[in-house]
């Protein structure tokens, strides 16, 4: 029982990654696409001669593609960042400096990443007033508390498309037309769900959006904007005046290049992929929780992103559960202040109305292109034994649990 | 992040269970940290003759019950008194910072187990 495996000590030979929200590889036909833009077109797009050229006509040809993952109007509406915490600073402080004379007030949900969480929480130091929508058990924003907190003086509110750690979708056409009707702006961060759920910024009403190349199996370090045409905001890093003078700095060539190239397989294969996804999703929560006592799904069980599978289990504890997987070569996360640099548990498990010792128990794996109905057949084979293994271990199991 | 040592521990956890008739018994921490540590002691000629413990708490947490149950086995309450956070991080080849205080309680159970074996010794007195 003291022991995980008969080979004490050793760990598993097995490698299985289910932690494709913390980082993605990067698809191989996008790392092809990328190479010929450090090696031999290397030229700075800013530049007259033919080498800045293919370098400018290469950047404008991946807004195109940007733009046509998200149904933007135009390509002019996608400016590139250094990737998702970048495009929400931009969005939140940008949005709300360039627009401080109209109102002050800014609205957002009480589990946005923290890259929209602290932009809004600086702004409140700064002469803007900040609203904290509640969310119900399953992650919900609250729609009437919305149109209530909305005033004359909202300007902008900001609400995730999908959570990455409790997999929620929020209905963003209600959102945005509740917020349209008091004439504020929508930012979403679709950085979770981009590549996941196809997402069409003109049939939903979103102004701002937020997308991450690394996210649809781009490359780390870059990241878009979409604006909306009219929606002004002003430039957080300034400089050289590239992307429309809205972020200066010479752009990332072969990481636009390849984030253009992953949004054109994004937008062929997302269908084909969510589905699979959707199937090893359900078949791997079902297995997770019905067999063990005490395990509970995080989130809503149908309006889910396809590769999100956040479980809990009482009386144990998540850092624990990593541990133990990672020992059976397992990759998963968790809500569990252990695994983060503060000490709380996870706000988005708290907002959800989570107690402490439910959110130290939390669970989470999310899905990529590479697993396997194979692969979480291993997972759910495993998991028994390693809850089973904590709950011996823990004081706080209950003692119908201890028989 | 964690040293071989602690993994160590943490995959073959020692002196890991309840003593159902402890002499002591010393809990620690509390849910919402995310530790609670409950160490139980049989005392005899005034060592610890036998000791374990139950931890709900993160790999820091169960290596460092562990560990703290090596160190106090067979020493006598005041040596044992005398063992410290420092002590049982130590012998794990270290902790990462921020485990320091929130996982490191296994040294104040075993001194709230002794306490608590004080305690009851003290009552046993009185009602003889």
């Known amino acids: 029982m003291n022991n995980l495996s008969e080979d004490e000590g050793t760990t598993s030979s097995k490698r299985i990654y289910m932690d494709y929200t913390a980082g993605k590889p990067v698809d191989p036909r996008v790392v092809e696409a990328m190479l010929p833009y450090m090696e031999t077109m290397y030229g700075n797009p800013s530049s007259v001669h033919s080498f800045g050229q293919e370098a400018k006509q290469a950047t404008e040809e991946a807004r195109t593609k940007i733009a046509e993952l998200v149904n933007a109007e135009k390509k002019n509406s996608i400016i590139f960042t250094s990737g998702a915490t970048e495009s929400n600073n931009m969005a939140i402080k940008g949005f709300a400096y360039r627009n401080k004379d109209r109102g002050t007030h800014i609205i957002t949900s009480s589990i946005e990443h923290m890259s929209v969480m602290n932009p809004c929480k600086y702004l409140s130091t700064r002469g803007f007033k900040v609203s904290f929508l509640p969310v119900d058990q399953y992650g919900f924003v609250n729609l009437e508390t919305l149109e209530k907190e909305l005033t004359d003086e909202t300007i902008l509110v900001s609400v995730m498309y999908a959570n990455g750690e409790i997999g929620i979708i929020q ?233 | 992040m964690y040293t071989e040592k602690v993994m160590e521990h943490f995959k073959n956890p020692r002196n890991m269970g309840e003593i159902p008739d402890a002499d002591g018994v010393g809990t620690v921490g509390n849910p919402v940290c995310g530790d609670v540590m409950a160490i139980y002691i049989k005392v005899k000629d005034n060592r610890i003759a036998d000791i374990k413990f139950k931890t709900f708490g993160c790999g820091a947490a169960v290596a460092t019950s562990s560990m703290v149950t090596e160190l106090a086995k067979g020493k006598t309450l005041e040596q044992a008194m005398k063992i410290t956070r420092a002590d049982v991080a130590d012998e794990l080849g270290g902790l990462p910072p921020i485990k320091m205080h929130c996982s490191n309680l296994a040294a104040d159970g075993l001194h709230a187990a002794i306490e608590d074996y004080y305690k009851k010794q003290k009552v046993k007195g009185m009602k003889k």
């Not at chain 1, 069409?200 to 490359?219: H, Q």
């Not at chain 1, 799904?297 to 289990?313: K, S």
């Not at chain 1, 997987?325 to 252990?338: K, P, Q």
Request: proline share 5%; net charge neutral.
């Open chain 1, 171 to 403: 209905a963003i056409k209600e959102i945005s037309r509740i917020v349209h009707d008091k004439k504020a702006v929508l930012h979403v961060d679709a950085t979770a769900a981009v590549g996941q759920i196809p997402i069409d910024v003109k049939a939903e009403g979103i102004d701002l959006l937020t997308i991450s190349s690394n996210d649809i199996y781009g490359p780390k370090g870059v990241g878009a904007l979409y604006i909306k045409q009219g929606a002004r905001v002003e430039p957080t890093i300034h400089g050289g005046g590239q992307e429309q003078g809205l972020r200066s700095g010479t752009e990332n060539l072969p990481g636009i290049v390849g984030f253009g190239k992953a949004a054109e397989i994004a937008k062929k294969e997302v269908q084909t992929e969510s589905e699979r996804l959707t199937r090893l999703r359900d078949r791997f929560i079902k297995g997770l929780t019905e067999p063990i006592p005490y395990a509970f799904l995080n989130g809503h069980p149908v309006e889910r992103l396809p590769n999100n599978v956040a479980v809990r289990y009482s009386f144990i504890e998540g850092e624990s559960m990593l541990l133990s997987l990672d020992m059976m070569g397992v990759a998963a996360s968790s809500g569990s202040a252990c695994t983060a640099k503060t000490l709380e548990p996870s706000h988005v498990l708290r907002a959800i109305g989570l107690k402490h010792e439910e959110a130290h128990g939390s669970l989470l794996f999310t899905l990529g292109k590479q697993n396997t109905e194979e692969e979480v057949d291993y997972v759910i084979g495993i998991m028994p034994d390693i809850v089973k293994r904590l709950r011996a271990m823990s004081p706080l199991t209950s003692k119908e649990l201890k028989e």
